[in-house]
């Protein structure tokens, strides 16, 4: 049974930093690309970084660059997200994909932006 687990989401305050962390099993996590998404209330999920099965490529959307770091453990089989100097607008549902033969998602983790 394939897992996709984030944790790591929480409150903080404009300017902090949080690192999410998407723990995989059931699936040969090397063989997959992995991306987060993030889903604010009302809006659609978008994309939010994206990174190659080797880890040696990885994309950002316009608004977290510079900011957000995406990368992975394939001993570990694990990704994560580190987020830097966060802004209000970073508030959201984050979301882990795998992307290989098959795509499965994570359940979400919350992550709060709030002055």
């Known amino acids: 049974q394939v897992q996709l687990v984030e944790s790591g989401g929480g409150l903080v305050q404009p300017g902090e930093s949080l690192r999410l962390s998407c723990a995989t099993s059931g699936l040969l996590f090397w063989f997959y690309g992995m991306s987060w998404y993030r889903q604010a209330p009302g809006k659609e999920r978008e994309l939010v970084a994206v990174i190659s099965r080797g880890g040696g490529s990885t994309n950002y959307a316009d608004s977290v660059k510079g900011r957000f770091t995406i990368s992975r453990d394939n001993n570990k089989n694990t990704l994560y997200l580190q987020m830097n100097s966060l802004k209000l607008e970073d508030t959201g549902v984050y979301y882990c994909?795998?992307?290989?033969?098959?795509?499965?998602w994570g359940q979400g983790t919350q992550v709060t932006v709030s002055s």
């Open positions: 994909k795998a992307d290989g033969s098959m795509v499965y």
